[in-house]
């Protein structure tokens, strides 16, 4: 490098320095005057300094709670809530089934009903006829025409009658007692409203023969004078598609011409139906 070139390098540099002084001159802060008169001390500043303050109590502010983070509490595990899951489907389970025993008894007494009361307006309903005299039969060895009637709607099926004609006395009650002589007669079939022919049943005990016995003169002077009565009692057994019935009858009558009374009120209770066996 020539020395001309050293001068002008040397010049170059002596003018940045001046620059940067110059610079330095102008962004310098300015220092202002003091003029500010000093600050009197206050008295309430100084009585705060005098008396001395409790420290302030620090806060700790609680964690945040994770939704779904447990709390801890035992009835809110997740055992106690598969176990009260449980205890409520028990519960509904028995709830149902208290309500189906409820139902079928309540549906089993319905078609109870139904079938007890399509049977009675369907069955078979046998009765018994037979009309006593109004005078006194006098005749040897008379009996008394008795009918059998089917008023159901089946047919009736192995009919048997057992009746009785019999003189009683007015203070006591027929004895509905089949363990004697009587008679018997059977009927195999009975269609809805037909009527059997005519049975006759003999007063008092029939002869040896068979015959019907004749009343006496004594007889008769007692049914005049009221000292007896005449009574007819019967009971009909029959099936039909229902299963096995039966009928009560008894029927009376006094010929007395001078009045009273006579025992007669178990002869009108005897009139009855039923099902099954007849009661003996």
Same mark, same amino acid.
């Given at each position: 490098?020539?020395?001309?070139?050293?001068?002008?390098?040397?010049?170059?540099?002596?003018?940045?320095?001046?620059?940067?002084?110059?610079?330095?001159?102008?962004?310098?802060?300015?220092?202002?005057?003091?003029?500010?008169?000093?600050?009197?001390?206050?008295?309430?500043?100084?009585?705060?300094?005098?008396?001395?303050?409790?420290?302030?109590?620090?806060?700790?502010?609680?964690?945040?709670?994770?939704?779904?983070?447990?709390? #801890?509490?035992?009835?809110?595990?997740? #055992?106690?809530?598969?176990?009260?899951?449980?205890?409520?489907?028990?519960?509904?389970? !028995?709830?149902? =089934?208290?309500?189906?025993?409820?139902?079928?008894?309540?549906?089993? *007494?319905?078609?109870?009903?139904?079938?007890?009361?399509?049977?009675?307006?369907?069955?078979?309903?046998?009765? =018994? !006829?037979?009309?006593?005299? #109004?005078?006194?039969?006098?005749?040897?060895?008379?009996?008394?025409?008795? !009918?059998?009637?089917?008023?159901?709607?089946?047919?009736?099926?192995?009919?048997?009658?057992?009746? =009785?004609?019999? =003189?009683?006395?007015?203070?006591?009650?027929?004895?509905?007692?089949?363990?004697?002589?009587?008679?018997?007669?059977?009927?195999?079939?009975?269609?809805?409203?037909?009527?059997?022919?005519?049975?006759?049943?003999?007063? !008092?005990?029939?002869?040896?023969?068979?015959?019907?016995?004749?009343?006496?003169?004594?007889?008769?002077?007692?049914?005049?004078?009221?000292?007896?009565?005449?009574?007819?009692?019967?009971?009909?057994?029959?099936?039909?598609?229902?299963?096995?019935?039966?009928?009560? *009858?008894?029927?009376?009558?006094?010929?007395?011409?001078?009045?009273?009374?006579?025992?007669?009120?178990?002869?009108?209770?005897?009139?009855?139906?039923?099902? #099954?066996?007849?009661?003996?």
């Amino acid at each position: 490098m020539s020395a001309e070139q050293i001068k002008n390098l040397n010049n170059r540099v002596s003018n940045l320095e001046k620059a940067v002084h110059k610079l330095e001159a102008v962004h310098a802060p300015r220092q202002q005057d003091d003029t500010t008169p000093p600050c009197e001390p206050d008295p309430t500043e100084e009585n705060e300094r005098a008396v001395p303050k409790p420290p302030a109590a620090s806060y700790i502010a609680p964690p945040k709670k994770d939704a779904k983070a447990p709390d #801890g509490k035992w009835y809110k595990s997740a #055992g106690w809530r598969v176990l009260r899951f449980v205890w409520r489907f028990k519960f509904l389970e !028995g709830v149902g =089934i208290i309500a189906v025993i409820v139902y079928t008894s309540l549906t089993w *007494f319905q078609w109870h009903d139904l079938r007890h009361n399509f049977e009675v307006d369907q069955r078979s309903y046998v009765r =018994i !006829g037979l009309e006593l005299p #109004g005078t006194i039969f006098t005749s040897p060895g008379i009996s008394l025409p008795m !009918g059998l009637r089917n008023n159901g709607k089946s047919p009736a099926l192995r009919t048997r009658l057992n009746a =009785i004609v019999e =003189i009683i006395n007015s203070s006591s009650a027929p004895t509905f007692s089949f363990n004697k002589p009587h008679t018997i007669s059977d009927i195999a079939l009975l269609f809805p409203g037909d009527v059997s022919e005519n049975i006759p049943v003999a007063i !008092g005990m029939p002869n040896k023969d068979r015959t019907p016995p004749a009343i006496t003169p004594s007889e008769i002077q007692d049914l005049v004078d009221g000292k007896t009565y005449i009574a007819a009692y019967a009971v009909v057994q029959y099936f039909d598609q229902f299963g096995e019935h039966w009928t009560h *009858f008894c029927t009376w009558k006094s010929y007395s011409t001078k009045g009273g009374s006579v025992n007669a009120d178990y002869c009108v209770q005897w009139n009855t139906i039923g099902d #099954g066996k007849p009661p003996e």
